[in-house]
């Protein structure tokens, strides 16, 4: 399992133009908006119920 992942669109303006930020993996800066944000693997859910609604 890699915590590497390549975000498609900005979180904040969801522009396109993405590039790696600085030399750590995960982070990434927008240049439609001027914004670095990272990312990051939170977890794994839990599997999924059979016929769960919401709790
Ligand atoms: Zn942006």
């Given at each position: 399992m890699t915590d590497r992942a390549v975000p498609?669109?900005?979180?904040?303006?969801?522009?396109?133009d993405l590039r790696p930020h600085g030399?750590?993996?995960?982070e990434w800066e927008c240049r439609a908006c001027q914004r670095a944000f990272r990312l990051s693997f939170v977890g794994q859910l839990a599997p999924h119920r059979q016929g769960g609604g919401p709790a």
């Open positions: 498609f669109h900005c979180p904040y303006c969801a522009d396109e030399e750590k993996h995960g």
